[in-house]
Nanobody
Framework: QVQLVESGGGLVQAGGSLRLSCVVS????????MGWYRQAPGKQRELAAT???????NYAESVKGRFTISRDNAENTVYLQMNSLKPEDTATYYC??????????WGKGTLVTVSS
């Protein structure tokens, strides 16, 4: 059984920083893409950032220059460093992976709240 467990969310003031982590466990084939998505109240889930196995990254325009995604392939862990946080970054952040065999898995999410 594949499990994705996110951590690192919380309450922070605008301008502050948080670092999210997502640890993947279980019997899985090679993880090709790891990513972070977010869903604000009343809105659809949207991409925040993704990273491939070889380190190629992709960011939503709204987070470019403020968020940095990284991964530890040996530990099956992906991180999201979030700096200069804004109230509009408030959302539940979800970890997602895509495996070499086409499997797609999601975590249960971690809440980030940015106060103004």
């Amino acid at each position: 059984q594949v499990q994705l467990v996110e951590s690192g969310g919380g309450l922070v003031q605008a301008g502050g920083s948080l670092r999210l982590s997502c640890v993947v466990s279980g019997r899985i084939s090679s993880i090709i893409v790891m990513g972070w998505y977010r869903q604000a109240p009343g809105k659809q889930r949207e991409l925040a950032a993704t990273i491939t196995k070889v380190g190629a990254t992709n960011y939503a325009e709204s987070v470019k220059g403020r968020f940095t995604i990284s991964r530890d392939n040996a530990e099956n862990t992906v991180y999201l460093q979030m700096n200069s946080l804004k109230p509009e970054d408030t959302a539940t952040y979800y970890c997602k992976i895509t495996t070499a065999l086409g499997g797609i898995y999601w975590g249960k999410g971690t809440l980030v709240t940015v106060s103004s």
